[in-house]
C-alpha cells in the first residue's frame, strides 16, 4: 500500500521561509518521479515541482523557480521542498506526489499525499 505523509505546513509572514516534507513508503522509489503539487482555494491542483529519484533531476514550474527547491534524502524515503521569498499567493494546500507525469502541458500523478496548509500572510 503506497503511503504519502506530508507535515511542516503553516503560517508564515510575505518574504518568510517554509519547508515541508513528505514520508514515502510501499513503493520501490529508485523507480519514481516524486513531486509537489498545490491547490489554492476556488483553482485547480497544479503543479509546482519534481525530482527523479535516481538521478535527483529537478524541474519547477516558473511560478515558483528560483525560490522553492525540491530535494530528496534516499535514507529516509523523504521528499522537501523548501520554500522560500513566499508570497500571499503561494497559500494553498501542498500535497506530495509519487509518479508524476507531464502529458502535453498537463501535469498528473498515480498517488497522493494527504496534503499540507501552507498560508501566507501579507
Known amino acids: 500500500q503506497v503511503q504519502l505523509v506530508e507535515s511542516g505546513g503553516g503560517l508564515v509572514q510575505a518574504g518568510g521561509s517554509l519547508k515541508v516534507s513528505c514520508a514515502a513508503s510501499g513503493l520501490t522509489l529508485s523507480d519514481y518521479a516524486m513531486g509537489w503539487f498545490r491547490q489554492a482555494p476556488g483553482k485547480e491542483r497544479e503543479f509546482v515541482a519534481r525530482?527523479?529519484?535516481?538521478?535527483?533531476?529537478?524541474f519547477y514550474a516558473d511560478s515558483v523557480k528560483g525560490r522553492f527547491t525540491i530535494s530528496r534524502d534516499n535514507a529516509k524515503n523523504t521528499i522537501y521542498l523548501q520554500m522560500n521569498s513566499l508570497k500571499p499567493e503561494d497559500t494553498a494546500v501542498y500535497y506530495c506526489?509519487?509518479?508524476?507525469?507531464?502529458?502535453?502541458?498537463?501535469?498528473?500523478?498515480?498517488?497522493w499525499g494527504q496534503g499540507t496548509q501552507v498560508t501566507v500572510s501579507s
Open positions: 506526489a509519487s509518479g508524476v507525469k507531464k502529458s502535453g502541458s498537463r501535469w498528473y500523478s498515480d498517488y
Open positions: 525530482i527523479y529519484w535516481r538521478s535527483g533531476n529537478t
